[in-house]
């Protein structure tokens, strides 16, 4: 092997580690949502949908919201949404429309979904 060829795959070993070592060292971030058992209740629910499934989800849903004011981050999306489509399911619906306005209020984008479900619960027909 020529000197110039063994330099030049020598630069180029050198340049690869250095790419791909910058790549190994990710900044560990604090998450972003707390989601508790979101996953595994949701599961239990759809996969049987007994009084006491709804209830865990409900508890479920319950801790989400609680614990991440406690943790100081934001409600994961869509769960005050599904916790008031819950309540009003149960018949509870002022409690539910202030979990709605509280979707809208944490995330704004949210408002022509929400509206949209909301006319839909009340019988209302779409605008």
């Not at 791909?20 to 972003?32: L, R």
């Not at 508790?36 to 949701?42: A, E, I, R, S, V």
Request: proline share 6%; aromatic share 12%.
């Amino acid at each position: 092997m020529t000197l110039k060829r063994r330099t030049t795959l020598q630069v180029l070993v050198l340049v690869l580690a250095g790419l791909f070592s910058g790549c190994t060292t990710a900044v560990i971030k604090e998450p972003q949502y707390y989601y508790g058992t979101y996953q595994k209740t949701l599961y239990h629910l759809k996969k049987d949908p007994t009084p006491e499934n709804t209830a865990k989800y409900q508890a479920c849903l319950e801790d989400i919201i609680s614990k991440s004011r406690e943790k100081n981050f934001r409600v994961p999306p869509g769960i005050h949404c599904e916790y008031g489509y819950l309540l009003w399911q149960k018949g509870q619906h002022s409690r539910a429309e202030e979990q709605f306005g509280l979707e809208i209020q944490t995330y704004p984008e949210s408002l022509t979904f929400v509206t949209l479900v909301l006319k839909m619960l009340k019988h209302e027909p779409p605008a």
